[in-house]
């Protein structure tokens, strides 16, 4: 089972806008609401591509209440623990000529909450895998992913981490199995500009050093890198087409990822997975369907 944890989701509302003007009452052509959270869009795309999954995290109020529905109407299981205090957060995306976004703060977790999700992960072992992804709640210490990281390498569970700054560096030295740094985040963690694959191929290798097993750096329009825990490098190219939406296409990778690793138990086929699901979403308004990611996968095998 992959689980992915989703600490401070949120429900995603889209509007689309012709001419958007500030100060004035605006109408909306189209509409939608997705729950939204980089762990939520790992479990989504896993399941669309046949993974069994579950989704854990926070929710509070009636926002939280309609986010666990809509989870659960995607058919994945979710568990997650009620907030006293707060709302599960709304991000605002107004699409027209350009894409303007309000993104919600969320609720502030309570420690004895942040324990009660630890206990929760308790129960995994060493046929699960663990996705930790996003920002952490208010108040959370930056230690949080690598507190769960060693728990879960004490388990023998796998644990993947696609988290920024020091909730990623400081869960290295626990041996992650995967973690997807972009480029930009990669050279924030080595502290200089990346010019070429040989140089972005070192950097992930500095990554192996510190002690991610797998380093996926996802490269935009040139697709990926994967440096694997054999020392093999891996660079696959994307898929041509229309980018139309970024949003969620590195979780989709990361899923892909995963989904394609479980199914092949091969990191080149893996990789091509992550690349093509990553791909699909980028070519839709939203996450890729089962189609459109099976399309791209068939078509580069």
């Known amino acids: 089972m992959i689980y992915t944890v989703t600490l401070n989701p949120s429900l995603d509302y889209i509007v689309d806008v012709e001419n958007l003007t500030v100060g004035a009452i605006n109408r909306s052509t189209k509409e939608a609401i997705y729950p939204g959270g980089k762990g939520i869009n790992v479990s989504i795309i896993l399941s669309r591509l046949g993974a069994e999954t579950t989704v854990i995290g926070f929710k509070a109020g009636f926002t939280g209440e309609n986010l666990e529905h809509l989870v659960q109407k995607e058919g994945i299981k979710a568990q997650l623990l009620s907030v006293e205090k707060g709302f599960t957060r709304i991000n605002v995306k107004v699409r027209g000529k350009e894409e303007t976004a309000i993104n919600g703060a969320g609720p502030e977790v309570a420690e004895k909450e942040l324990a009660d999700l630890t206990t929760r992960l308790e129960g995994l072992g060493k046929d699960d895998t663990l996705v930790l992804s996003g920002s952490a709640p208010k108040k959370a210490a930056d230690t949080l992913y690598a507190d769960l990281a060693a728990r879960m390498e004490a388990r023998g569970t796998r644990c993947v981490i696609d988290a920024t700054g020091m909730l990623l560096t400081k869960a290295l030295p626990y041996h992650p199995f995967l ?105 839709t308004m939203h996450l890729a369907s089962q189609a459109a990611m099976k399309e791209l996968i068939e078509k580069g095998e």
Request: contains cysteine.
């Open 179 to 283: 973690v997807k740094p972009n480029l930009e985040e990669l050279e924030e963690i080595v502290g200089k500009k990346l010019d070429g694959l040989s140089a972005i191929e070192i950097a992930a290798q500095q990554m192996q050093q510190l002690g991610a097993r797998n380093v996926l750096v996802s490269l935009g329009g040139e697709g990926a890198l994967l440096i694997d825990e054999k020392g093999h490098a891996h660079h696959h190219r994307a898929p041509k087409g229309k980018v139309l939406n970024t949003v969620g296409a590195g979780d989709s990778m990361v899923a892909g990822f995963l989904a394609g690793y479980e199914k092949t138990g091969d990191y080149a086929k893996a990789l091509h997975w992550g690349i093509c699901a990553g791909s699909a979403t980028a070519f």
